[in-house]
């Protein structure tokens, strides 16, 4: 069993010694086949330094590194796309995905799984950020196709034919999560404890969380779009409705001058709904005008190995 274990690391300096004794301690017991990608995202600090002077002393080390921070989902991918094993790992680079859990992973894997998908509980995060997640899953698996489970993210071990599926997937707005749950194949979970960073910073803001969470909504369905239809429906029945009583009240009573706060909420709330609808429909626009235009995921820069016909520059 060849073992192949992907790492994206963006400016992870600090991390990466950790990380490598832990791989070297979990993985020669496993399989004595195995490599190691690292993906450098393009750090700004010694991540890159660090990767080549690994791989030197020690070839089961391999590093890819992007020309620039492309982000994690492109990281993953080209990761993917280099993983020649017939099991593909991906884990973090700060320990936050235990790499003891290999073992247990594996064999499940043996027992038949094509994806053995690792779940973490909640402790140590805050209640707020606790509660919004619980909320935004129930509202996600209520809207989407794919089912998606909270504590459940990319630390997962996947069979050789899930790996080939998920490199068939070519969108460019790449939404691991579900695309994950979108290739099916018969899926184990494996719980764990929540662990905190080692070191270094999470490189999720506020705003990216947010980012994020819409990129989930928007890129596995289009219910935002029937969303606006409905909206759109029921607001042109509720203002046919007002205009026939306002036409029928001005015939039988004529017309009176007072109005003005009738006009004034009329303007603001369609004036605000219909800005909304114009920007879900932009939100999809904006996916398919990126998506038209093709562009690699990601560029290459540097690698441990020379770019044969199996490991191109571009993607
Ligand atoms: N990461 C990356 N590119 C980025 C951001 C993060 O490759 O643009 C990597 C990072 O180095 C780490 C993993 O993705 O290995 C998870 O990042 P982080 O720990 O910041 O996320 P969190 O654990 O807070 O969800
Ligand atoms: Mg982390």
Known sequence: MRLSVIVPCYNEETCLPRLRAALLHVLPPL?????????????????????????????RFRYLSLSRNFGKEAA?????RHAAGDLVAILDADLQHPPEL???MVA???KGYDQVVAKRTRTGDGHVRTAA?????????????VELTDGVGDFRLLSRRAVDALLSLEERNRFSKGLFSWIGFDTAVV??????????????????LLNYGIDGILSFNHQPLRLAVYLGALCTAAAFGYAMWLVISALLHGTTAPGYVTIMCGIIGFGGMQLLLVGVLGEYLGRIYHETKHRPHFLLKETSHPAGPEAPCVD
């Open 31 to 59: 399989t004595d086949e195995f490599e190691i990608i690292l993906i450098d995202d393009g750090s700004t600090d010694g991540t890159l330094e660090m990767l080549r002077a690994m791989s030197r002393s020690d070839p």
């Open 102 to 104: 290999l073992g247990d």
């Open 191 to 208: 719980d764990y404890e929540n662990v905190a960073r080692t070191d270094g910073a999470s490189k999720w803001s506020l705003r990216s």
């Open 133 to 145: 997640s619980r909320a935004y899953y129930r509202m996600m698996n209520r809207l989407v196709d």
């Open 76 to 80: 993953m991918l080209a990761g993917l």
């Open 108 to 110: 499940l894997i043996d």
